[in-house]
């Protein structure tokens, strides 16, 4: 299965009206899709960029255009508690057996 992602940063490109999306995966991992991001490897296979740099440092929050955070919590929309099943149990009481009883005996 897939990594899940932690928390996303969009940042405007410096250099041009691209927006590039960043993310953290919760083993804190990062990863972006700038050309920076994409082109640098270092010995270690780690690849790095300023945008990823930011989050590691704890500063993207402040410099990011906007950031969404998939918190465990709040991954997806909250489910509403399931209603109590309704039809049958709404139907009215039945009547009293001795009510019946007496009726089988006036018949
Ligand atoms: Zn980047």
């Given amino acids: 299965m897939s990594k899940q992602i932690q928390k996303t940063w ?11 999306e960043t993310l ?11 050309p920076g991001w994409t082109r640098r490897v270092d010995a270690n296979g780690n690849r790095s960029c300023k945008h990823t740099r930011l989050v590691d440092m704890g500063r993207a929050d402040i410099i990011a255009l906007s950031c969404h955070e998939y918190g465990s919590h709040s991954q997806l929309a909250p489910r509403p508690p399931a209603p109590a ?11 009293p057996a001795r009510l019946g009883a007496r009726k089988l005996l006036l018949d």
């Fill in 85 to 95: 099943p309704k039809g049958k149990t709404t139907a009215p009481p039945a009547p």
């Fill in 10 to 20: 969009c940042f405007a490109s410096s250099s041009s009206n691209t927006e590039y």
């Fill in 24 to 34: 953290q995966y919760t083993d804190n991992s990062t990863s972006c899709n700038c």
